[in-house]
């Protein structure tokens, strides 16, 4: 039996919990111990399992929680047992990260540098998430964070940026577990309209010399 923790968002979904046990056959029995509880399921093809319900999964008490599986075949002739355990752990990261709003001309992901606030407690990460691309690890100093765009992301692709919109910034902080808190805020990455091109002045000229030349007479005679 291999296992890991279990997290908050994962008691939302059935809890399976499997094994192997060769040399019992197909229909041998395995007895199981999950926290005290007792479950029982066979065995199919040197393979058994067992599903909780996400209520089930959800009273399990948080902290190390003990497995025991006990196999026998048809006979009655029981193999030796085995034992795991794994730790559930549902408690969220304190602390709730924030991102500054910014809004920019640029499209040249280069060009743009997000930032917000972030405080990470032992066996904590902060991830940020943008566009189809997500940083893992992000760097965190003196509770706050920042993160280039130009930086290759962890996994995804930013996709590309267009005038006049608003792009929603997901920064996460996570623990060992996978419980995960997020930022409140949505759209904080604006890229603005482009600014209009200049206007351009073109020289004055009149419609012909003989215009020119008639304009230059009477002022002449002006008396």
């Known amino acids: ?3 890991r923790s279990l997290n908050l968002g994962e008691t939302s979904s059935a809890l399976v919990i ?3 046990s ?3 056959g197909n229909g041998g029995s ?3 111990s999950v ?3 007792a479950y029982s399921t066979t065995v199919t093809n040197n393979i058994w399992s067992l599903s909780l319900s996400s209520d089930q999964a959800k009273a399990l008490i948080d902290g190390s929680i003990a497995i025991t599986a006990d196999a026998s075949d048809a006979a009655g002739n029981a193999a030796s047992r085995a034992s795991a355990s794994f730790i559930k752990d549902t408690l969220l990261p304190s602390s709730t990260p924030t991102v500054n709003a910014i809004s920019t001309n640029s499209l040249n992901p280069a060009a743009i540098t997000l930032s917000g606030t972030a405080s990470l407690g032992s066996g904590e990460s902060l991830r940020v998430t943008l566009n189809g691309a997500v940083w893992l690890n992000v760097p965190v100093s003196a509770g ?3 993160l280039n765009l130009g930086t290759s992301p962890s996994s995804g692709t930013l996709a590309s940026f ?3 919109v ?3 910034v997901t920064a996460t902080i996570s623990d060992a577990a996978g419980n995960g808190v997020s930022d409140t805020s949505t759209n904080e990455l604006t890229i603005a309209a482009a600014a209009p091109v200049a206007p351009t002045v073109n020289s004055l000229t009149t419609s012909n010399d003989k215009d020119r030349k008639s304009t230059r007479l009477n002022s002449s005679h002006l008396v």
């Open 1 to 3: 039996m291999l296992f």
């Open 18 to 20: 499997g094994g192997t």
């Open 22 to 24: 060769s040399g019992i």
């Open 30 to 32: 395995v007895a199981l």
């Open 35 to 37: 926290a005290g509880t």
């Open 144 to 146: 706050t964070w920042s």
């Open 162 to 164: 267009f005038n006049g």
């Open 166 to 168: 608003s792009y929603p």
